[in-house]
Structures are given as C-alpha cells and as structure tokens.
C-alpha cells in the first residue's frame, strides 16, 4: 500500500440483511473501490456485509484494514484473510483507528453499530474537526425513512441545510464512488489524522 493511496473506510452490518441487494452493493463497492486502486479499512470481521465488501476489495487487489475489538473478535468473526488485522481493546479504539487512517466515510446498510458510527463521523465534520467526505450507500432505499427524519430535523431547526447537505447520498455504488472522487483532495503524502482539513 502506498501512501498516496485513497483509504475508504467502510460502515456496515455484521449480518447480511433480509435482502439480497444489500450484500450485491456491498461486494460492488469493494470492487468499485479496488478498480480505482483505493484501499479499504473497515471493521475487520468476515461475516455478514463486512465480509462481503472485504472479499471483494481484497479480491480485486485493494489493501484491506480490519480493526476490530477483542471482544467482538468470535461475535462478528475476525477476518484472518486481510492484509491486516488489528485487535483493539475497545470500540473507542476501533473508531478512531478506522478514522485515522480514512480519507472518506461511507455507510452501508447495517443496525445499531453502522448508523452510530455514521453520526460520530458527520457530527465531527460539523463540528470541523475534519474536512472528509462522508456518503450514504441506500440500496433499495433502505435509508429512505432515515433521510426523511433528517429532513424533519431540519424543517424542526435541530439541524441546518448545510449540516445535512454534508451526507453525499447514492443508491448505486458506481455512483456513489464516482461523487466521492470529485469531493476527495490531492491524495496525502503520509497517514490520515483527524485533525486534517
């Protein structure tokens, strides 16, 4: 992996969904972004739609990053197949190890876990604490009713247009990834830090 290198990070669900679309998209955008010559660093398990996209970045020669907690190393299967996988001490630490080494967000579908870890990355853009582009992956309008809540935050004040305007939101992964390279800068000369802009 070189330096130069674009590193996605990757949020989604440790199970496959009900719908088989979901795990479709997953494995196109570790495809899509690998075709691009990006790298990947995500949760680091092997199951569900973290698995899938994992595979298949990894399989269409991107270098792939895991980061996982110790304790959800059995729950969520640690990936063993990555070019690397690292065991934390606690989801705090696997955040920011995956943030750190991020030049963009994106989320797929998941549960409890991935919309966290979308909130924590947005609110941290609003706040300026970084300038990365972050995206929303809604295959087969899985988001819909959560974009509508963000819209009713906005019409109810909580939230302002240039807040949500920040979520780039696709229903393609092609698409998606080709926004996203518009948004990204010049590639950095050396590891992401959160405190660039």
Known sequence: M?????????????RPGANAAYAQAAQALG??????????????????????????????????????????????????????????????????????????????????????????????????YHQRPLALLNTEGYYDRLLAFIADSVNGGFVTEAQAALLVVEREPQALLQRLAKLLPAPPSGPADLART
């Open 2 to 14: 070189t330096s130069a290198a674009v590193t996605l990070c990757v949020f989604c669900g440790s």
């Open 31 to 128: 495809q899509g972004l690998a075709a691009r010559g990006w790298n990947l660093v995500y949760g680091g398990g092997k199951v569900g739609l973290m698995g899938t996209v994992a595979d298949a970045a990894k399989a269409g020669g991107a270098h792939v990053t895991g980061v996982i907690p110790e304790s959800l190393l059995q729950r969520e299967v640690g990936h063993h197949g990555l070019d690397e996988l690292r065991v934390v001490p606690s989801m705090h630490v696997r955040k920011q190890q995956m943030a750190e080494r991020a030049d963009a967000f994106v989320a797929l579908p998941g549960g409890l876990g991935t919309l966290e870890e979308l909130f924590e990355v947005w609110t941290w853009r609003q706040l300026g």
